[in-house]
């Protein structure tokens, strides 16, 4: 069949890079892809938001089947887009509907929907331009440090963590009324801090049946020791080595399971991923909150775990057959290390050219920001590449990341050199 992955980042160049090993894929298509994907799919210059020139693309490469990467085009409603539209509603899309996208889209919607579903999460109360003085109010009784987070999309820059109370209720003003994060924090939800580690857990799910994909943690902030500025992520490892049987049979039982439960007893049409992001407080799970598709870089160190055939799973999810498909699983562990801009999350330079890529062994590099240029690849984004390495322990493949990294090289590239210390 014929495929068309949408995205351009690290995500969908590994999504590209299983897909392209599958025997059932005919032709890949990636928009509008990067420099690692044109090697291995057909790039198509389009805006994943652009409806309209996805449904042309779709039409023109007759394609069977569409992988939504990033969240904008399922928080605006590909997926209702594609199931109207007479040309498209054949095609199988791999995303949930624009209700289900809801629960990214929105943290007091993700919220509520915990509620209403008995799912453990922080306590909270959301707040509007017109009761920032109630925000304020509702700051002072909690123990710091505080939780604030824009209610919208926010490119997962949306959350703060303070320690001081007066800072707390500025930023609280700034969010509301001096619109910090534009339309996404038009609405601030305010939440108490938990205190603990951090994880993620993905689930494929056809909105009746699910599998649970391997666990991964991500680390956010650029500094090394987790300081300094959050990022879109530095590295991530899989699986976490601290999920045993015991922590993974709750988080089946009270998140996942009351989750999927959950869309279907309010009938959301659901086809595609839910990643939840998870704290473990004294061997507690609790759900932090919810995104609606695969995380970047955690897609780097899941997928190249996945032995069972991609479109497979992704054909049974749209069918609403994945009771019928074992999942296969790599027992080897998984780290990927992220090179960035100098300058990143903040102001950085692009077009640097990237030297060394041909002197990598062992590891897969994936490209997140990058693009072909007179035969030089060159970085174009904050996040440039990924390192991925497998192994039977994940402080080998780490190493095995780091000694490639050494062979790569742009101007004034950084990477953290401590990703997974703290398991």
Do not use: W
């Amino acid at each position: 069949m014929n495929i068309l992955i949408l995205g351009s980042g690290g995500r969908e160049h590994t999504f590209a890079y299983k897909i392209s090993q599958s025997k059932r894929c005919s032709k890949l298509f990636v928009a509008p892809g990067n420099a690692g994907t044109a090697s291995i799919a057909t790039n198509v210059e389009l805006k994943v938001t652009d409806f309209e020139a996805v449904k042309k693309c779709v039409i023109k490469n007759n394609i069977n089947m569409v992988i939504v990467g990033p969240e904008d085009p399922l928080v605006l409603g590909i997926a209702d887009y594609f199931a109207e539209t007479s040309e498209l509603k054949n095609v199988m899309l791999i995303g949930p509907s624009k209700r289900g996208a809801l629960l990214e889209g929105s943290k007091q919607r993700a919220k509520e929907f915990m509620l209403q579903h008995n799912i453990p999460t922080a306590a909270y109360e959301c707040f509007t331009p017109s009761s920032v003085e109630a925000g304020k109010t509702f700051l002072e009784k909690l123990n710091p440090p505080y939780v604030l987070k824009a209610d919208g999309l926010a490119a997962g820059k949306g959350v703060l963590i303070i320690s001081d109370l007066n800072e707390a209720k500025q930023e609280l003003e700034n969010m509301l009324t001096h619109s910090k994060f534009g339309k996404a924090s038009s609405k601030v939800v305010i939440e108490e801090f938990l205190d603990g580690i951090e994880l993620s857990v993905f689930v494929l799910t056809d909105g009746k049946n699910y599998k649970i994909l391997p666990t991964a943690k991500d680390y956010k902030r650029i500094g090394e020791g987790d300081t300094g500025l959050n990022t879109g992520g530095m590295g991530a490892v899989s699986p976490v080595p601290f999920v045993d049987e015991i922590l993974m049979k709750k988080i089946e039982d009270r998140i996942v399971k009351p989750t999927i439960n959950g869309l279907l007893k309010e009938e959301i049409d659901y086809k595609g991923f839910v990643f939840i992001g998870l704290i473990k407080v004294n061997n507690e799970p609790f759900v932090i909150e919810y995104n609606v598709r695969m995380g970047d870089p955690e897609t780097e160190v899941v997928l190249p775990r996945i032995k069972t055939d991609l479109v497979d799973l992704l054909e049974a999810t749209y069918h609403q057959t994945l009771n019928n498909i074992n999942i296969e699983i790599d027992e080897r562990a998984a780290t990927t290390v992220m090179l960035v801009s100098g300058g990143y999350p903040e102001d950085y330079e692009k077009g640097k050219e990237i030297l060394g890529l041909e002197n990598v062994e062992v590891s897969i590099v994936f490209h997140a920001g990058t693009k072909a240029e007179n035969g030089k690849i060159l970085s174009d984004g904050g996040r440039v590449l990924a390192v991925t390495s497998l192994d039977k322990d994940f402080r080998i493949a780490l190493k095995k990341s780091y000694q490639n990294i050494e062979k790569l090289t742009f101007d004034r590239m950084q990477y953290r050199n401590d990703i997974g210390f703290d398991l």
